[in-house]
């Protein structure tokens, strides 16, 4: 069974740029998170992903995106990036329904720095 | 509004003691309640949860947490601390809020401690 994978693992944009970071979710979770981590602060929800559509999203604005494909590997897009954009953005699987809920699995995270 | 406050910033031990992360926690309804571990560079590791039943939780690495529903709390412990031990600790509470399909797995999350273990 392969864990969560996250790329790339680190990442220099220019504020105004695009960007888009990729994950693949744990063999047969079909439910995948998105967060984002500043530094010293906890993960921020950024939106979650069930079957290949959204389902729900945390205080973030429309030019945090998402998608997540048919075998449940998921991006995250980010137009326009901020100074504040730069964090790490971690990716979580959870299995599919009928297991305990709320128990994730995370990627090691993709290090965004936006200058 | 439901939310996960972790009372300490950072939390510092001599190897071979005891040790006690706290986190306090508001939810509306039965919680259900996760201990994540975070290494630097690293990702969020699962260290153990609670949803029901005993309310002395068994996790991995010889961590265990202690739900008290009266003191709304659920602390994080370990009887004797390592020094690899040393890292963020996050405690998080799984949102009541309803989504329109699936399991919601959405959490809320503390701000995370820092727990130093000294040799």
């Known amino acids: 069974e392969t864990g969560v994978t996250q790329s790339p693992t680190h990442l220099i944009k220019t504020r105004g740029q695009q960007v888009t970071l990729r994950c693949s979710s744990q063999s047969g979770h079909n439910t995948v998170s998105w967060y984002q981590q500043a530094l010293g602060q906890g993960p921020q929800f950024i939106f979650q992903y069930y079957r290949e559509e959204e389902n729900g999203r945390g205080n973030f604005p429309p030019r945090f995106s998402g998608l997540q494909f048919p075998n449940y590997s998921s991006e995250l897009n980010v137009n326009a990036l901020e100074l504040d954009d730069s964090a790490l953005y971690l990716c979580a699987s959870s299995p599919r329904q009928g297991t305990p809920a709320g128990e994730q699995y995370f990627g090691p995270g993709t290090r965004l720095t936006v200058t | 509004a439901q939310s996960v406050a972790q009372p300490e910033d950072q939390v510092n031990v001599a190897e071979g003691n005891p040790l006690t992360v706290k986190c306090t926690y508001s939810v509306s309804g039965n919680p259900y309640l996760f201990w994540y571990v975070q290494y630097p560079n690293r990702g969020l590791q699962f260290l153990l949860k609670y949803i029901t039943g005993d309310n002395l939780v068994k996790g991995s690495y010889g961590f265990e947490a202690e739900f008290n529903k009266s003191q709304t709390s659920f602390h994080l412990k370990k009887p004797s601390a390592l020094v690899s031990d040393s890292a963020l600790y996050f405690c998080?509470?799984?949102?009541?809020?309803?989504?329109?399909?699936?399991?919601?797995?959405?959490?809320?999350w503390g701000l995370g401690t820092s727990l130093a273990v000294n040799p």
């Open positions: 998080a509470v799984r949102d009541m809020k309803v989504y329109n399909a699936g399991n919601n797995r959405k959490l809320i």
